[in-house]
């Protein structure tokens, strides 16, 4: 495979793409609300360098609203469960605006208890999952969040794709310093880095991924053309996954990776799964500032000789985003115009 010339690029302001995004959205068919949700998420997404969920997603998510397997005008409904259990009800639309209309409970839950769960069914989560807790640490609070999505990942030992990627994200706050935050999958890498290999024609490292017939490849379009990815660690990332799968799905009410079926609804992509999220509060426990001992963590791990900390090179490609613009393939920047004037 020969991988694709690096296309010419050019710089957009943030708050320009973000809005392109709004208006590509809504005109597609989403609720105002929803659009700017969605574009905030998209477009903080590809200002932070987290390409495989950026404007590359755009067409999956307009393939899947075209389609009718996700409502982009979806109200979701939110539920008091309990002192410290949220759940809320996406009803078959996207994570993120259901999120969004209970973070402030989930906030308010936490620090009163010290802890609390918010568990969201019927949603589709399109994005990365960084987000959805990077804000909880700007508050103060330890956040957690896990997601499934579509069947695969070939479960170790298995034979045939079962598990999503399932990825799970943690942010921690810090005296002084932005919030300590990694986002990963329990596969061996993102399902969105795969079909980015196979469009620039990259080959994969080596034990990530099988083929149709469940024989090791390097070859992305062979992984995405009936074959899975492997979990990260053999059976210890796939007992991370088959805990989001737990967590996740059937804790929430949602939907397994392996058990929505979407066949009839051509050009669907986005997974109809779940998503829990646990926001903790630090200032219930005792001793030193949590904040300041994170700063203290990070320090002696830079003193143990780790030369890159979780989530640093993403915000340093954010500071340079904001000052100097998202860089976007001059093609792609000119495509997402005329979709969100179509």
């Not at 909880?136 to 997601?147: M, S, T």
């Not at 492997?230 to 996740?248: D, N, R, T, Y």
Request: net charge neutral; with cysteine; proline share 7%.
């Amino acid at each position: 495979m020969t991988a694709e010339a690096t296309p010419p690029c050019q710089r957009v302001a943030f708050g320009q793409l973000r809005d392109t995004l709004a208006r590509l959205f809504e005109r597609h068919g989403t609720s105002g609300e929803v659009a700017a949700i969605l574009a905030d998420n998209c477009a903080s997404a590809e200002r932070d360098g987290a390409h495989s969920h950026g404007v590359f997603r755009i067409p999956g998510y307009l393939s899947s609203l075209a389609s009718g397997w996700v409502d982009g005008r979806a109200v979701p409904e939110v539920q008091d469960s309990a002192p410290g259990f949220i759940a809320v009800d996406a009803r078959n639309g996207f994570a993120q605006p259901a999120y969004a209309a209970a973070r402030d409970l989930l906030v308010a839950k936490a620090r009163a208890n010290g802890i609390a769960l918010l568990a969201i069914r019927n949603s589709h989560h399109f994005a990365a999952l960084w987000p959805d807790v990077e804000p909880l640490a700007e508050q103060g609070l330890v956040g957690l969040a896990l997601v499934n999505s579509m069947a695969c990942v070939v479960p170790h030992g298995g034979t045939r794709p079962l598990f999503g990627t399932n990825p799970i994200a943690f942010a921690a706050p810090r005296d002084g310093h932005p919030p300590l935050v990694f986002d990963l999958a329990t596969s061996a890498m993102a399902h969105g880095d795969v079909q980015i290999a196979a469009r620039e024609g990259r080959l994969l490292p080596p034990a990530h991924g099988v083929d149709a017939a469940g024989q090791p490849t390097c070859d992305p379009r062979a992984v995405l053309d009936g074959g899975a990815l492997l979990p990260f660690g053999g059976h210890k990332g796939s007992a991370l996954s088959m805990m989001v799968e737990l967590l996740a799905a059937a804790l929430t009410g949602g939907h397994f990776s392996f058990d929505f079926d979407w066949s009839g609804h051509p050009g669907a992509q986005t997974p109809r799964t779940g998503e829990l999220i646990i926001a903790i509060d630090p200032a219930k426990s005792a001793g030193r500032s949590f904040a300041q001992r994170c700063n203290d963590l990070v320090a002696a791990m830079a003193d143990a000789g780790q030369q890159r900390q979780p989530g640093r090179q993403r915000q340093r490609q954010r500071a340079q985003s904001l000052r100097e613009g998202v860089a976007l393939p001059v093609a792609t920047w000119a495509e997402l115009q005329r979709l969100a004037a179509a």
